[in-house]
Structures are given as C-alpha cells and as structure tokens.
C-alpha cells in the first residue's frame, strides 16, 4: 500500500523526480545532496518502519525547513474505485482551509505545501490544464487529503467536484529549521508514537486477560471452599 501511494503522488508531482530507495545506514540530510545533483529545490521523503508505519518529510533544500508527518488512513486511487478522473499530469489548483491561517505553524505548513504541490506554470512536463483539486483540511489536529476532478454536469452545466483519490491524512510530529535536520521550530504535544499505541493496546489485552484468569482462580477457589450438603436419603437402600 506505501508503494501505491508514493506511485499515486508521483503522478500528482509532473515537475518532481524520482530517486531510488535509501539505504537504512544513509542519514536523510544525504537527500540534500541528491536535490542539489538533480536541481530541485525541494524533497519529498518516505520513511516506512517495521512495514506497518509510513512517516512523510516534507523539505525545502538544502536550507530548510522541513516537516515530518505521520501517515494515517491511508487509501490509495486503486483500492478507492471513485468515478473522478483528469489528465494526467495537468496543473492542480491547490485549496487550503481557513484554519491555516489562523496559527503560526499551520501557516508555515501551508507554505511549505503549496511549494511542493503547486505545478510550476510553463514546466516541460506539465499539461497546460487545470482540471483537478488538491484540497488541505484540518481537522481535529490532522491535515486530510482529498484529490477532486473539476467536471461539468451535462444536464445543468454546473461546475462539481468528482472525488478521485488518493485518501490520507497527516498528522504533525516535528518541524524543524534546516532540511531533515536543525533546531525544532514546533513540536505537536498531541502526538503520540505507533509504537506507543500498540503498546497501549497490547497492555489492554493483557489487563483483559489478567482479569479473565483470576475470575477463573476464584471460581474453583470458590468451587473447592463451598460445602456441600447433605443428603438425607444416601443410606436408605444400603
């Protein structure tokens, strides 16, 4: 699903250029170098850690800033299967909700996404279109992502917005001064590490199980402790 969704965004990026895979032992400031050897002045870099988290850095290189996200909810174009459709390679026209501009660090974030995103007018690889959407929200502390086609119903002739995909959401750990490195410009209090989670969920279980087991103990406790009661009628038919 990473895959898929790096390859989804590829195609949203007509003036990016694809790199091959970093080695786990190369520091990511070597991504200033690679921008610096192909003349971009910005970087999008995927980290995927035990094959179950994808972290996103977003950078301006080589002096920065740069951001790092969290990728939560991630639903690629393929698996989504919506009716919205543009051409390929065609400009964007980037909107951003309000509440970017309402805090210091959302309005660096915007910045920072529009450098990235926007398809620079005139680039040799751009179509001279604008018929799609790239839309920011954010909401309950995380950026959502949505990729809309700009179509034309043909019975009214109206202008509509035809979801095309792909789906994920950002959520905010650290922003920091230079490319990949430097001084912490912002640090969300709110977030909280995968492995946190899963630890959190792992221990529920545990607690679940703990209780399930001494409820068991306490049954046969109970069972052996209880006394039984006589029957009056056992020597009868002796």
Same mark, same amino acid.
């Given at each position: ?45 995927? #980290? $995927?850690?035990?094959?179950?988290? +994808?972290?996103?850095?977003?950078? @301006? ?7 790092? !996200? ?83 119903? #043909? $019975?009214?002739?109206?202008?509509? +917005?035809?979801?095309?995909?792909? @789906? ?7 922003? !920091? ?62």
């Amino acid at each position: 699903r990473f895959r898929h969704l790096m390859g989804d965004l590829s195609k949203l990026l007509p003036h990016g250029a694809k790199e091959a895979k970093l080695e786990s032992k190369d520091r990511p400031n070597t991504i200033n170098e690679i921008a610096e050897i192909r003349g971009c002045n910005g970087a999008v870099y995927f #980290e $995927a850690r035990k094959h179950k988290d +994808l972290y996103m850095w977003i950078a @301006r290189t080589p002096n920065g800033p740069s951001a790092k !996200f969290l990728v939560q909810s991630i639903h690629t174009a393929a698996e989504l299967k919506f009716t919205g459709n543009h051409l390929l390679f065609s400009r964007p026209f980037l909107v951003f909700d309000s509440a970017f501009d309402s805090l210091p660090h959302l309005q660096l974030l915007k910045e920072m996404l529009q450098q990235t995103f926007g398809t620079p007018k005139g680039h040799r690889k751009s179509k001279p279109f604008v018929d799609h959407t790239i839309c920011f929200y954010y909401l309950d502390g995380h950026i959502w992502f949505r990729n809309y086609q700009i179509a034309k119903t #043909e $019975a009214t002739g109206e202008t509509a +917005l035809v979801e095309v995909g792909p @789906r994920f959401c950002l959520n905010l750990h650290r922003i !920091f001064a230079g490319a990949f490195e430097g001084a912490t410009l912002y640090s969300n209090s709110d977030y909280v590490s995968p492995n946190v989670v899963r630890a959190r969920e792992k221990l529920a279980k545990s607690t679940k199980y703990q209780a399930r087991t001494e409820a068991q103990k306490e049954s046969i406790l109970r069972k052996q402790t209880m006394p039984k009661p006589q029957n009056p009628f056992a020597g009868v038919f002796k």
